[in-house]
């Protein structure tokens, strides 16, 4: 085989998309980090939306749902997946990494990374769904990069309702946000992992009720940041510049569900250009 | 075929189960009246707790889930079907009914009668998801009893999450409940449905809002009376009386996720013995 061949391939490979999915829209703050540090990459999003939220279900239907996802993806020739959900990515990354064909990470790992790079005192403060907390992940996580760190994880059923229903700033998020971190302060944590995808949108709220002297960890930039690291290693990163004014063509989103509603909030957060989203039948794959 | 065998038949149809099905966990307001009003009818229940909610969905998926749920309940040899949610009622009941090959009802006929013989000033309010109220059902089954009652809806998205939070009697619940409430009651409703099977539960928090000139309306209560009502028409009431300490052969309780925590609330909110319940796969349905 001449060598040129071998070479037009692997550039090839290196223009396919990056596969990103989530249970829902959160995700979309993974995915705006990826197009901000990496503007060269194409994007294949998808957003369980037909069956969000997963942070209220078991860790069977995670994987099951997941599974599904990475299947429509590897469909869509990605050349690697970034799963874009704390609770995917504690339950079934760990199931799915042995067996992908493409390399897979997470948000947990990055996040709990800066997190140990953060904290001064040893103690930090984690907050999810109920899935993701319940888990563990983060806790292992980080006793694992440096043991002895005091992980603290609380619950927060009704932050992603309070997003979606575009209560980002309003005194009743004020008070639910106060009641779920009173405890975390008082243990005296100095770094709090924003746990869940949804939680940077509330970002302004929970640095306001946790004051100036915790420092606030959105995975989302990190796993952006590992995300590059890992394509240069593998020799994956793009290199054709995009052309102009191609958003649509560069960024491809689909969901299970509400393609409409997903696509205004896509639009609302993401400004890369006029976005599109395409239905498609997740449990057929 | 000798007479008995047909009579026999017969009387082994009505020992049959009544199927009630519901996105999760708020259908048992709606068992739970039956159980209350008609206490030979066996039941079987299916949540469907790995996709909830519904009421955020788009038609075509809650057609699609409610079917499966169909073909499940009549693989259970169900004698009836009542469709214990609103959202599912809203969409799915007149898709399903024309081919339904038992008896099928829903909860939104019921309430809206119950309304529009509530309603004095001929101004009825309707609180549910965001689907119910979109799909317009409750205003046209209004409208169909009683032309010219003027019928006002309101989506209230944070209820059901408030609810299943455990957050029934709670100072952000009563805030939550005023705005949304606000505009129907400067509207000068004098009736207001709980369209949505969760909202039975915050009853209180609603009645101390809306005051006590605003009647209640719980198509629960209004179902059960129908399904009683239909079985006796189709003569298919149950004529053998359960026998003791039964509960948990006589209600037989399916999810697609989550049986434990399904369990301690049916438990909490049912009082006819200790309940089990059973994890299926749906979508194989």
Same mark, same amino acid.
């Given at each position: 085989m001449?060598a040129?061949r071998?070479?037009?391939?692997?550039?090839?490979?290196n223009?396919?998309?990056?596969?990103v999915?989530?249970?829902?829209?959160?995700?979309?703050?993974?995915?705006?980090? +990826?197009? =901000?540090?990496?503007p060269r990459?194409?994007?294949?999003?998808?957003?369980?939306?037909?069956?969000v939220?997963?942070?209220?279900?078991?860790?069977?239907?995670?994987?099951?749902y997941?599974?599904?996802?990475?299947?429509?993806?590897l469909?869509?020739?990605?050349k690697?997946?970034?799963?874009?959900?704390?609770?995917?990515s504690?339950?079934a990354?760990?199931?799915i990494?042995?067996h992908?064909?493409?390399p897979i990470?997470?948000v947990?790992?990055?996040?709990? =990374?800066?997190?140990v790079?953060?904290?001064?005192?040893?103690?930090?403060g984690v907050?999810?769904?109920?899935?993701?907390i319940?888990s563990?992940?983060?806790d292992?996580?980080?006793?694992?990069i #440096?043991?002895?760190?005091?992980?603290?994880?609380?619950a927060?059923?009704?932050?992603?309702?309070?997003?979606e229903?575009?209560?980002w700033?309003?005194?009743?998020?004020?008070?639910?946000? #106060?009641?779920y971190?009173?405890?975390l302060?008082n243990?005296?944590i100095?770094?709090?992992i924003?746990?869940?995808?949804h939680?940077?949108?509330?970002?302004k709220? +929970?640095? =306001?009720?946790?004051?100036?002297?915790?420092?606030?960890?959105?995975?989302?930039?990190?796993t952006?940041?590992?995300?590059q690291?890992?394509?240069?290693r593998e020799?994956?990163?793009?290199?054709?510049?995009?052309?102009?004014?191609?958003?649509?063509?560069?960024? =491809?989103?689909?969901v299970?569900d509400?393609?409409e509603?997903?696509?205004t909030f896509?639009?609302s957060?993401?400004?890369?250009?006029?976005?599109?989203a395409?239905?498609?039948? +997740?449990d057929?794959y």
């Amino acid at each position: 085989m001449p060598a040129g061949r071998t070479v037009k391939n692997m550039n090839k490979r290196n223009e396919l998309p990056v596969g990103v999915f989530d249970s829902g829209i959160g995700g979309l703050t993974v995915a705006r980090e +990826i197009m =901000r540090q990496m503007p060269r990459e194409k994007i294949v999003y998808f957003g369980d939306t037909a069956r969000v939220p997963y942070g209220s279900k078991s860790k069977e239907t995670i994987c099951t749902y997941s599974e599904q996802i990475v299947r429509f993806l590897l469909s869509q020739e990605v050349k690697a997946i970034v799963v874009a959900c704390n609770t995917a990515s504690a339950y079934a990354l760990p199931q799915i990494e042995p067996h992908c064909p493409v390399p897979i990470i997470g948000v947990v790992e990055p996040g709990a =990374r800066t997190a140990v790079r953060a904290t001064k005192v040893g103690k930090v403060g984690v907050i999810g769904t109920k899935a993701t907390i319940s888990s563990g992940i983060y806790d292992r996580c980080i006793r694992d990069i #440096r043991p002895g760190t005091q992980v603290l994880g609380r619950a927060c059923p009704l932050f992603v309702p309070l997003v979606e229903e575009g209560l980002w700033e309003d005194p009743v998020t004020d008070e639910i946000a #106060r009641r779920y971190l009173l405890e975390l302060m008082n243990e005296g944590i100095d770094t709090l992992i924003l746990g869940c995808t949804h939680y940077p949108l509330i970002r302004k709220t +929970i640095a =306001r009720i946790v004051g100036p002297d915790v420092q606030l960890v959105n995975p989302a930039y990190e796993t952006a940041m590992e995300l590059q690291a890992l394509l240069e290693r593998e020799n994956l990163l793009a290199s054709e510049a995009p052309s102009l004014g191609s958003a649509e063509s560069q960024y =491809r989103f689909y969901v299970s569900d509400m393609a409409e509603q997903f696509k205004t909030f896509a639009n609302s957060i993401i400004k890369y250009g006029i976005l599109s989203a395409k239905t498609i039948r +997740i449990d057929q794959y």
